[in-house]
């Protein structure tokens, strides 16, 4: 399976994660959010960038997820009604984090709260898979956003 993530140019080079808390894990928890297509990913930088963050140096990576590596699915269904609110985080990191600890699968799948339909893969990067290079990144992309995005004036753009 492939997996697409959009970042600044500096830190395409590597698969390595922050550990920062996001909505589906808490600080400490080392994991790298992946789209499952280039659209999807864009649309989760813009969300959480302004529109002067677009301006930067970005690269789309490509990640390999080798068929043998299974996947811990969170369907939209399973999930209380208001899950995709921010107010809701401290839910989403639960099941995130429970899922990190037990380690039983190195991604977790997960309904984007842009698009519950189209899914998040989160990899978990202290995983025996990863850290074997069963999940690994392929290739770098050139990626522009387009100025039509989070503009105040789109018409007088070209």
């Known amino acids: ?87 809701s985080y401290s839910l989403c990191q639960k099941i995130g984090d429970d899922w990190y600890r037990e380690g039983k699968t190195a991604v977790l799948a997960v309904p984007s709260s842009i698009i519950p339909k189209e899914k998040v893969y989160i990899i978990n990067t202290r995983h025996p898979y990863f850290l074997n290079n069963k999940i690994r990144l392929i290739s770098i992309e050139d990626f522009v956003f387009s100025p039509r995005i989070k503009s105040e004036n789109p018409d007088k753009l070209e």
């Open 1 to 87: 399976m492939l997996v697409f993530r959009i970042c600044l140019e500096k830190y395409a080079y590597n698969l390595i994660a922050s550990g920062k808390s996001n909505r589906w894990n808490s600080s400490g928890n080392f994991v790298i959010y992946t789209s499952s297509n280039r659209a999807l990913a864009c649309l989760e930088n813009v969300v959480h960038r302004s529109s002067e963050g677009l301006n930067s140096l970005f690269k789309v990576m490509v990640i390999q997820i080798d068929d043998e590596v299974q996947t811990t699915d969170i369907p939209e269904e399973s999930l209380p009604e208001n899950w995709h609110k921010k107010a």
